[in-house]
Nanobody, 123 residues
C-alpha cells in the first residue's frame, strides 16, 4: 500500500501542545514537498503549512505563524507538525499530504494523502 499514516491527534486544553506525525508507507518522502491541511466541521479544507523536499523552505498560514512548526526527517521517512499555544479555532481534522511543491503554505499537486487525525482544543 502507498499511503501516509498519521498519528498524534487528540484532545487538549487551550494553550496546550500536540505533535502530529506523518510517516510514509510503501514509498519514500525524499522527492516530495509535504504539507498539512485541516478541515473543521462545516468549513472548507484549508492549507496550514508546507515544507519543501529538502526542508529548506517552510511556510505557514497566518493564524498559525509563531505557534506551529513543520519539520521533516527524511532518514525516518516522517514529517512532523509541532503545535503550541493551541486555540479552540485550531479544532479540525488534520491531513498530511505529499505533493509536487509548496504553493506558499498549501501543498500543490498532491500525490498521497494521510487518513486524517482529529485535533480538538477545548476546556
Amino acid at each position: 500500500q502507498l499511503q501516509l499514516v498519521e498519528s498524534g491527534g487528540g484532545l487538549v486544553q487551550p494553550g496546550g501542545s500536540l505533535r502530529l506525525s506523518c510517516a510514509a508507507s510503501g514509498f519514500t518522502l525524499d522527492d516530495y514537498a509535504i504539507g498539512w491541511f485541516r478541515q473543521a466541521p462545516g468549513k472548507e479544507r484549508e492549507g496550514v503549512s508546507c515544507i519543501s523536499s529538502s526542508g529548506g523552505i517552510s511556510n505557514y498560514e497566518d493564524s498559525v505563524k509563531g505557534r506551529f512548526t513543520i519539520s521533516r526527517d527524511n532518514a525516518k521517512n516522517t514529517v512532523y507538525l509541532q503545535m503550541n499555544s493551541l486555540k479552540p479555532e485550531d479544532t479540525a481534522v488534520y491531513y498530511c499530504a505529499a505533493a509536487y511543491y509548496c504553493s506558499y503554505y498549501t501543498p500543490y499537486g498532491v500525490e498521497y494523502w494521510g487518513q486524517g487525525t482529529q485535533v480538538t482544543v477545548s476546556s
